[in-house]
T-cell receptor, first 109, second 114 residues
Framework: QQQVKQSPQSLIVQKGGISIINCAYE??????FPWYQQFPGKGPALLIA?????SEKKEGRFTISFNKSAKQFSLHIMDSQPGDSATYFC????????FGAGTTVTVRA | GAGVSQSPRYKVAKRGQDVALRCDPI?????LFWYQQALGQGPEFLTY????????KSGLPSDRFFAERPEGSVSTLKIQRTQQEDSAVYLC????????????FGPGTRLTVL
């Protein structure tokens, strides 16, 4: 069964805007929550990750917000740029990764 | 340093043929994973090695799928008697070995079964 549910399936944002992607999980045993970015023809690459002992982690324009009680976490892309156009996957990790279905982000110039 | 490499990058097979997909992990990485990514979907776990030991093969979809890593470095994923539903991108990832170490992915092999 799917370990993590991701939404939306796709989104379009104007350059400079904010992209928000949400994920929800069920198993409270997970303790590592990475986000991967994938460009066409490439493998996924780690973007940012968080552990459940913090509620937020920021790296440059990318921020993860984590709500342990709600079992939800989200990725915020601030000041979105055309180069951010890609597919983003949330995941949960218990040594193997279980990925969400992905969100295709298109940033319009 | 080199990342994870996979070969071939593209493979076209006729239904019923056997195929072999190769993964060269990052040097020194203990853990190696294979994932299958269908078009428009997230990658799905197939199997996991720690050194040469295959510790988890619960994601392999059928007994036509077989993976090996005999010397604890290069790994091969073999699919026997390919079917159309096997068409997907097969991704290999490696990591240092601790549970939450970053997994580094290769570019994948796109398999098309006609």
């Amino acid at each position: 069964q799917q370990q993590v549910k991701q939404s939306p399936q796709s989104l379009i944002v104007q350059k400079g805007g904010i992209s928000i992607i949400n994920c929800a999980y069920e198993n409270t045993a997970f303790d590592y929550f990475p986000w991967y970015q994938q460009f066409p023809g490439k493998g996924p690459a780690l973007l940012i990750a968080i552990r459940p002992d913090v509620s937020e982690k920021k790296e440059g324009r990318f921020t993860i917000s984590f709500n342990k009680s709600a079992k939800q976490f989200s990725l915020h892309i601030m000041d979105s740029q055309p180069g951010d156009s890609a597919t983003y996957f949330c995941a949960v990790n218990d040594y193997k990764l279980s990925f969400g279905a992905g969100t295709t982000v298109t940033v319009r110039a | 340093g080199a990342g994870v490499s996979q070969s071939p990058r593209y493979k076209v097979a006729k239904r019923g043929q056997d195929v072999a997909l190769r993964c060269d992990p990052i040097s020194g990485h203990v853990s190696l994973f294979w994932y299958q990514q269908a078009l428009g979907q997230g990658p799905e776990f197939l199997t996991y090695f720690q050194n040469e030991a295959q510790l988890d093969k619960s994601g392999l979809p059928s007994d036509r799928f077989f993976a090996e890593r005999p010397e604890g470095s290069v790994s091969t994923l073999k699919i026997q008697r390919t079917q159309q539903e096997d068409s997907a991108v097969y991704l290999c990832a490696s990591s240092l070995g601790d549970k939450n170490n970053e997994q580094f992915f290769g570019p994948g092999t796109r398999l098309t079964v006609l």
